[in-house]
């Protein structure tokens, strides 16, 4: 899948849709999609951001992130067009759906 650039009223729907489905909030942070998710310790943090990964190499579009014990932050952008595009809300639906499943707080 190629990244297409999305429009602010394109990124506006879609940012509807995201937060639509979860208790999880991802803001819009200038040109960036973030999100924090909060874990009951290290060790399903670690799992949870393994689980990313895999899915990150599967569609070639990598977070930037960072991990603080029980916390995994996020930022996506697509650095390749500069801006948001549509494999940042791919991306960002698959950690919220692996959020559920490692039962983020």
Same mark, same amino acid.
């Given at each position: 899948?190629?990244?297409?650039?999305?429009? *602010?009223? /394109?990124? @506006?729907? +879609?940012?509807?849709?995201?937060?639509?489905?979860? @208790?999880?909030?991802?803001? *819009?942070?200038?040109?960036?999609?973030?999100?924090?998710?909060?874990?009951?310790?290290?060790?399903?943090?670690?799992? !949870?951001?393994? $689980? &990313? =990964?895999?899915?990150? /190499?599967?569609? #070639?579009?990598?977070?930037?992130?960072? #991990?603080?014990?029980?916390? &995994?932050? !996020?930022? *996506?952008?697509?650095? /390749?067009?500069?801006?948001?595009?549509?494999? @940042?809300? &791919?991306? $960002?639906?698959?950690? +919220?759906?692996? =959020? /559920?499943?490692?039962?983020? #707080?």
């Amino acid at each position: 899948m190629k990244p297409t650039k999305l429009n *602010l009223q /394109e990124i @506006d729907l +879609r940012m509807l849709e995201l937060n639509t489905a979860t @208790d999880q909030s991802w803001q *819009l942070q200038g040109d960036k999609l973030t999100a924090t998710y909060k874990f009951s310790d290290f060790p399903q943090a670690f799992a !949870f951001m393994t $689980a &990313v =990964a895999i899915h990150a /190499e599967k569609i #070639n579009h990598h977070p930037d992130w960072s #991990n603080a014990y029980n916390k &995994v932050s !996020f930022s *996506l952008s697509t650095h /390749e067009i500069g801006g948001i595009s549509n494999l @940042d809300f &791919v991306l $960002a639906e698959e950690i +919220r759906k692996l =959020a /559920e499943v490692f039962s983020c #707080n």
